[in-house]
T-cell receptor
Framework: DGGITQSPKYLFRKEGQNVTLSCEQNLNHDAMYWYRQDPGQGLRLIYYSQIVNDFQKGDIAEGYSVSREKKESFPLTVTSAQKNPTAFYLC????????????FGPGTRLTVL | GQQLNQSPQSMFIQEGEDVSMNCTSSSIFNTWLWYKQDPGEGPVLLIALYKAGELTSNGRLTAQFGITRKDSFLNISASIPSDVGIYFCAGLTDSWGKLQFGAGTQVVVTP
């Protein structure tokens, strides 16, 4: 079945360590996105990519980095520079310009101890 | 940043009742999307709206794209326990897909 997978579901890291969250899609979507969700809040855009080897900062990119070497994959690295990294991270994908619906993965809950 | 005002913030309703929530913005949107999120899961797309005035249904769900293009509402008829969750509106101003999200409406259904 086509879909978006994120791994792991739960992730624990010590403060000061970088950590990479995985996002893979087999929907053949060109665009991919990373969002952060904090309790009781909506989704905030971290980074997005419209095409392979290109990505743009979203509204809260500081302390995060991404790469888009393959169409199917859009990993997010939470660096030690991110001041408050504990959150629920969601990856999404879409076919921009044609269909604007974004489809989300199941999310990764990151807890920094 | 976030430009959408979603209300109400939460709703406690009895099974069988209808639910209504809305999103408003100071900006004009080209697309409105409504999502439902269960605890610990990713949002699931419920309805997509593309034209001002458009009214679209998906089972017991009905959503409308406001005439002014600055608002949208979602109705759930005859609520059931599995309707529990957080409902998000999302609006699109760009052609390529950068969504703005509302803060969500928490729906709790009691038997």
């Amino acid at each position: 079945d086509g879909g978006i997978t994120q791994s792991p579901k739960y992730l624990f890291r010590k403060e000061g360590q970088n950590v990479t969250l995985s996002c893979e899609q087999n929907l053949n979507h060109d665009a991919m996105y990373w969002y952060r969700q904090d309790p009781g809040q909506g989704l905030r855009l971290i980074y997005y990519s419209q095409i392979v080897n290109d990505f743009q900062k979203g509204d809260i990119a500081e302390g995060y980095s991404v790469s888009r070497e393959k169409k199917e994959s859009f990993p997010l690295t939470v660096t030690s520079a991110q001041k408050n990294p504990t959150a629920f991270y969601l990856c999404a994908s879409s076919i921009p310009l044609t269909y604007n619906e974004q489809f989300f993965g199941p999310g990764t809950r990151l807890t920094v101890l | 940043g976030q430009q959408l005002n979603q209300s109400p913030q939460s709703m406690f309703i009895q099974e069988g009742e209808d639910v209504s929530m809305n999103c408003t913005s100071s900006s004009i949107f080209n697309t409105w999307l409504w999502y439902k999120q269960d605890p610990g899961e990713g949002p699931v797309l419920l309805i997509a709206l593309y034209k001002a005035g458009e009214l679209t249904s998906n089972g017991r769900l009905t959503a409308q794209f406001g005439i002014t293009r600055k608002d949208s509402f979602l109705n759930i008829s005859a609520s059931i326990p599995s309707d529990v969750g957080i409902y998000f509106c999302a609006g699109l101003t760009d052609s390529w897909g950068k969504l703005q999200f509302g803060a969500g409406t928490q729906v709790v259904v009691t038997p």
